[in-house]
């Protein structure tokens, strides 16, 4: 974990900023909580203390036009960026706040583009303790609420409603805890299967009832995962485990990871979702994969009702079609790489621990990590940077999977040519 505060070495005791790396048994670790921040927002929106449906409450309202102050509403921001380094769940639930006190711009997009410009400089105003003033300082006095300010607020509350910090496992207890699922709709008929360590698979396909044959092919999509994960929540399947959702709408993916939607109904399937997983100690984590991979999984075919392809045959969902953690180089022969890089390549391609000790040395360094650990990865190779004094070349091989979820920012910031 880290603290909220940072500030160069000192002999005096102050907040730690450290990162818990491993851990050898239970060690829950707690955050600070900032739920009267919350309550703060949520009365100066002129809602009640025990409104279930907040923006059913403000339809119902003759007139609702509301605003807060902007340096106040920027310090909480700030705060929260802090704590969902810790509490993660929370964090895409942040972008209402920030979207709220960029709507002022003329040029303002509405799916909040300029969002991480936002959250950087609200974290850098948190850690320095900077005044009302400075964190007021070229925006307007007061900012606007939206129902997105209110829909993102009411979402943290129901996951933070305590007043002390809430206990957050860092991980699964046992390695061998982790399921990989995957799910597809299609207009007639949809399918969810969860493989487990043992091979076992837990699959279910079925048709659509009449009432949902008109809904958006996104709709269908994230009700068909969203409820299959609920169920089994519900019923302990999940209890303690790590699961890697599948699916190819990117739609649903943006809504889990960034909650890059307006839809109402997907913003309510999310917040089930993650109330659930805290309750039964769940890691969700949903990404994208391309159409064709999810036709070669065969869960494609069996929304179909199409029984001969994929996991249907037997097929390692893991394995053979989600790479998770499948180094790229033992997919590909030395030969295919040296096709492309010529003679620049000289195998064997660099291991894990290379990343640390030799990375940063100069020559041409091929690096091929699973895409689970990509991020890590990339980050390394930009320390290394840092420290290279002669000319460095990084060939840098991953799956196309965790793309747009983790790594695709790193990788941009980092790639030249």
């Known amino acids: 974990m880290r603290c909220k505060k940072f500030g160069p070495p000192t002999l005096i005791p102050r907040p730690w900023n450290g990162i818990m790396t491993h851990t050898d048994a239970p060690y829950p670790v707690k955050g600070t909580t900032a739920k009267k921040c919350l309550d703060w927002v949520w009365r100066e929106c002129g809602l009640p203390e025990d409104v279930i449906d907040p923006i059913g409450y403000i339809e119902g309202l003759d007139k609702w036009d509301v605003s807060l102050d902007t340096a106040e509403l920027h310090r909480i921001a700030g705060l929260w960026i802090h704590l969902t380094k810790l509490y993660t769940e929370g964090r895409c639930f942040l972008k209402g706040f920030f979207n709220a006190m960029?709507?002022?711009?003329?040029?303002?997009?509405?799916?909040?583009?300029?969002?991480?410009?936002?959250?950087?400089?609200?974290?850098?105003?948190?850690?320095?303790?900077?005044?009302?003033?400075?964190?007021?300082?070229?925006y307007p006095l007061l900012t606007r609420a939206t129902y997105q300010l209110v829909l993102h607020t009411h979402a943290l509350r129901r996951l933070f409603n305590t007043s002390e910090p809430r206990v957050s496992p860092i991980r699964p207890m046992e390695k061998n805890m982790v399921w990989y699922a995957c799910g597809d709709a299609l207009a007639k008929g949809f399918a969810q299967a969860v493989h487990y360590p043992d091979l076992s698979i837990d699959e279910h396909d079925c048709l659509w009832l009449p009432e949902y044959l008109e809904k958006s092919s996104h709709l269908r999509e994230a009700s068909n995962i969203a409820n299959h994960l609920k169920e089994d929540i519900k019923v302990g399947k999940h209890d303690g485990c790590k699961v890697w959702q599948a699916t190819d709408n990117a739609v649903w993916s943006a809504v889990c990871n960034k909650v890059m939607s307006s839809v109402g109904h997907l913003f309510d399937l999310l917040v089930d979702i993650k109330l659930l997983c805290h309750e039964h100690n769940v890691f969700y984590h949903c990404f994208h994969i391309s159409g064709e991979r999810m036709i070669a999984t065969g869960i494609d075919g069996l929304s179909r009702g199409d029984h001969k392809s994929g996991i249907a045959l037997g097929c390692d969902l893991r394995s053979s079609f989600l790479w998770m953690w499948v180094f790229l180089i033992t997919l590909i022969t030395p030969?295919?790489?040296?096709?492309?890089?010529?003679?620049?390549?000289?195998?064997?391609?660099?291991?894990p621990i290379d990343l640390f000790l030799k990375s940063h040395k100069a020559g041409i360094h091929v690096i091929a990590p699973p895409a689970a650990a990509a991020l890590t990865a990339l980050k390394e190779v930009a320390k290394a940077r840092h420290k290279c004094l002669r000319r460095t070349t990084y060939v840098v091989l991953i799956p196309r999977l965790l793309y747009q979820e983790e790594w695709c920012g790193r990788f941009q910031k980092e790639v030249d040519v």
């Open 102 to 138: 960029e709507a002022f711009h003329s040029d303002r997009d509405l799916d909040g583009w300029r969002l991480l410009e936002s959250m950087e400089a609200a974290q850098v105003l948190e850690e320095n303790d900077s005044s009302r003033e400075a964190a007021a300082s070229g």
């Open 335 to 351: 030969l295919q790489i040296g096709s492309w890089m010529g003679n620049d390549y000289s195998p064997p391609p660099a291991k």
